[in-house]
C-alpha cells in the first residue's frame, strides 16, 4: 500500500515529547502533545527504514539550511514531564507542601 500523501492537507500537531520501546515482535514509538499521546507499532524492518528515512530527510534539510545544533539525551525532559515532577514527589507519590 503505497499511497502518496500530501503533507499539505495533512492536519499538524506539535510534537512535545517522542518515545519508544521494542520488543523482539515490534517497535513502538509514542509521540506526546500536551496530555495525549498516540503510539504506533512497527514491524523492525520498518522501524528500521523509519530511520534511514529520517536520516534522509535531516541530511536534506542540513544542505539547504544548515546543521542543526541538537544533541540526543537520554535524560532530557519534556516540559511537560517537569511539570509532572514538580507536582509529584520522586516515589510517583503526591508532593507535600509544608
Known sequence: MNQKVDLN??????????TAA????FFVIAMQTGGNA????????HAKRLAQYMN???SE???QNG???AKWDPNIKSPI????E????????????E
Request: proline share 4%; charged share 30%; net charge negative.
Open 56 to 58: 534522509h530527510q535531516i
Open 61 to 63: 534539510y542540513e544542505k
Open 86 to 97: 514538580s507536582s509529584n514527589g520522586e516515589n510517583g507519590e503526591e508532593a507535600k507542601s
Open 38 to 45: 498516540i503510539a504506533y507499532a512497527l514491524t523492525p524492518q
Open 67 to 69: 546543521e542543526i545544533d
Open 22 to 25: 521494542f520488543s523482539k515482535e
Open 81 to 84: 514531564q517537569i511539570k509532572s
Open 9 to 18: 492537507n495533512v492536519p499538524k500537531q506539535f510534537c512535545e515529547n517522542v
